[in-house]
């Protein structure tokens, strides 16, 4: 038999999670539930509602929509990824169409970063 493929969206991955296991064997692909809210400060709550032990996880999510924040789109990904991997994962894969922040790969001028 083969692996199933564990799949958790965050907020905004959920339609590319969609697109990814409909490309798949829908009998290989599951789909992690999870609870993702905000407490009243805007701050995430987040909570796994499904065993990830010794599983590989891939955390879908697109960090640049239109109308959301990008910032916060990053950091969800990252509390996920901070979540999981307290339940001892055999791997975290992030699956991100598109990374913000890497147009720059190279220092042009004096006083620019990476």
């Given at each position: 038999m083969k692996?199933?493929?564990?799949?958790?969206?965050?907020?905004?991955?959920?339609?590319l999670a969609k697109q990814i296991a409909a490309k798949l064997k829908p009998n290989r692909v599951e789909i992690i539930k999870a609870d993702i809210s905000k407490f009243r400060d805007g701050e995430f709550s987040l909570q796994l509602k499904q065993d990830v032990q010794g599983k590989v996880i891939f955390i879908v999510q697109r960090v640049v929509v239109?109308?959301?924040?990008?910032?916060?789109?990053?950091?969800?990904?990252?509390?996920?990824?901070?979540?999981?991997?307290?339940y001892k994962p055999n791997k975290i894969i992030n699956v991100i169409h598109y990374l913000p922040y890497t147009r720059q790969d190279r220092i042009l001028h004096k006083g620019e970063g990476l």
């Open positions: 692996k199933r493929i564990s799949l958790l969206c965050a907020c905004q991955g959920r339609t239109p109308g959301t924040n990008t910032h916060e789109n990053i950091l969800e990904m990252l509390l996920l990824n901070s979540l999981v991997s307290l």
